[in-house]
C-alpha cells in the first residue's frame, strides 16, 4: 500500500511562487564560483560558460546581463526572470478546493422602518387634516341651524305679542278689573290655533330644530336663554289652553256669581268663640269688617291701638271683637278669625259656589300675562343672539 501523506505536498506551489530556496552547491557539471580578485573584475578564464557577472561588474566584450531578482522575497521575480530571458511564464493554476463564496442576502428591515414611518406620518397629517376639515364642517352646521332657529323662535315671537295685545286691550275694556270677558277668550281661542305649537307635526319639526341642532360652537350663555325661551313658550300654550277651556266650561258659573256679587257687595266672614266648653269650643259664623280700632276708627300700621273687627250677625248691629287677644285683657271668646275671601268652605256656605271657580280663571287669566310678559323680556336678546351667530361667513371645506 502506498503510504499516506501526512499532510499536503506544498513543494510544487511554492516552486511557482519563486519561494523555494537556492540550492548550496551547484548543479551537476557546473563549476564552482570562483572569487572576484581586488579591483572588481574576474578574469576571463575564472568565469564558467553562461554565468553572468555580479551585478555592477562590467568586464570587457561582455554583454551585461539584467540582474537575477531575489524570489525568497518576490513572489513574482521567478516569472520576471522567465521573461527576461524570453521564456514563457508558466501560468498559475489553482488545484486547491473550490471555495464557494456565500451570497449576502440584505434584511428589509431598514425598509420596512422606513415605510413604517412614512405610514405613521401619513396618518398623523391625514388625522389633523380631517379634525381640521370636521371642525369647519361643524362650523357651517352651527351657522346654518342658527338661521332656522332664528325662524322658529321669530314664529313663536309673534305668538306672545299677539297674545299681550289681547291681554292689554281686555284690562282697558274692563278697566283694570278681571271679568269673565268673551271677546278676550274669542281673540286667545284665535291666537291658540295660529300658533306655531298647535300642530303636533309642526311642534315636532320645532322641537326637532331645537334639540338636534350643533351647539358646540354656541355661546353657553345663547344656547341658555334659547331653551329657556323655548320652555316658556311651551308653559304659555299649555296654560292659555287650559284657561280657554276652563272659561268655556264654567261660563254660566262665572257670570252668575259676578252678578251676585255686583248686587250684594263683599262681603267679608269670619269665626268666632261663642262658648269654652273646657277640652274645645263652640263657634260661629260672622260678618267682619276692615280692621278698626277699639273706637271704630280705620287701623292703620302706625295706630298704637288694638287691631280689631266689627262683627254682626244680620248685618244691621256691629260690636267690635279684638283680632287676637291680649294679656290680663280679652278671653278666646273675645275674639275673630276672618276667613279668607277665597275659601271654598266659605263660598259654599254663603250661597256663592261661584267665588272658587271665578278665583281659579283669575288664577289661570294672570298666569297668561306673567308668561307672554316673561316671554316679550327674554325674546329681544335671544334674537339678537342668533342674528350675530347666523350672520357669521361661512369657511371652505371639502
Known amino acids: 500500500m502506498d503510504q499516506k501523506k501526512s499532510g499536503r505536498d506544498l513543494s510544487d506551489l511554492k516552486a511557482r511562487l519563486g519561494l523555494t530556496k537556492p540550492a548550496e552547491t551547484p548543479p551537476a557539471g557546473q563549476p564552482a564560483s570562483q572569487a572576484i580578485p581586488p579591483g572588481g573584475q574576474a578574469p576571463p578564464s575564472a568565469q564558467a560558460p553562461g554565468m553572468q557577472p555580479p551585478p555592477g561588474v562590467q568586464i570587457p566584450g561582455m554583454v551585461q546581463a539584467a540582474p537575477v531578482a531575489d524570489t525568497s522575497r518576490d513572489p513574482f521575480a521567478q516569472a520576471q526572470v522567465q521573461m527576461a530571458v524570453g521564456r514563457p511564464v508558466d501560468a498559475i493554476v489553482d488545484r486547491g478546493p473550490q471555495i464557494e463564496i456565500p451570497i449576502e442576502k440584505k434584511k428589509p428591515t431598514k425598509l420596512i422602518i422606513g415605510v413604517a414611518i412614512a405610514a405613521f406620518f401619513t396618518v398623523v397629517i391625514g388625522y389633523a387634516f380631517g379634525g381640521v376639515m370636521h371642525a369647519r364642517k361643524v362650523y357651517n352646521y352651527t351657522v346654518n341651524d342658527a338661521n332656522k332657529i332664528n325662524g322658529a323662535v ?6 306672545v305679542a299677539k297674545s299681550i295685545k289681547v291681554i292689554n286691550d281686555s284690562r282697558i ?3 283694570a278689573k278681571v271679568v269673565y270677558d268673551q271677546q278676550l277668550i274669542d281673540d ?3 291666537i291658540q290655533q295660529s300658533s306655531p305649537l298647535a300642530d303636533a307635526a309642526n ?5 326637532s330644530k331645537l334639540f338636534r341642532t350643533n351647539y358646540a360652537l354656541m355661546d353657553d350663555l345663547l344656547i341658555a336663554r334659547l331653551f329657556k325661551y323655548f320652555y316658556d313658550s311651551l308653559r304659555l300654550f299649555a296654560t292659555m289652553n287650559t284657561f280657554l277651556e276652563y272659561a268655556v266650561h264654567n261660563k254660566a258659573k262665572i257670570e252668575a256669581y259676578l252678578k251676585q256679587s255686583a248686587s250684594s ?4 266672614y269670619g269665626m268666632f268663640f261663642a262658648m269654652d266648653k273646657g277640652k274645645y269650643f263652640i263657634g260661629g ?3 267682619v269688617s276692615a280692621p278698626v280700632c277699639p273706637d271704630r276708627k280705620p287701623w292703620k300700621a302706625s295706630s298704637k291701638c288694638q287691631l280689631g273687627f266689627l262683627v254682626s250677625n244680620s248685618g244691621q248691629k256691629w260690636s267690635w271683637r279684638p283680632g287676637k287677644p291680649e294679656a290680663d285683657k280679652n278671653k278666646m271668646t273675645d275674639i275673630v278669625v276672618p276667613i279668607p ?5 266659605l263660598a259654599g256656605m254663603t250661597g256663592k259656589p261661584g267665588r272658587a271657580i271665578f278665583a281659579r280663571y283669575v288664577v289661570l287669566y294672570r298666569s297668561i300675562a306673567g308668561i307672554a310678559a316673561l316671554l316679550h323680556r327674554d325674546q329681544k336678546p335671544v334674537m339678537q343672539s342668533l342674528a350675530k351667530q347666523a350672520q357669521k361667513q361661512k369657511v371652505f371645506t371639502f
Open 154 to 159: 321669530g314664529d313663536l315671537g309673534k305668538v
Open 173 to 175: 275694556r274692563n278697566k
Open 188 to 190: 286667545l281661542g284665535t
Open 203 to 207: 311642534a315636532k319639526k320645532i322641537e
Open 265 to 268: 257687595g263683599n262681603q267679608n
Open 285 to 287: 259664623l260672622v260678618q
Open 341 to 345: 275671601p277665597n275659601d271654598a268652605v
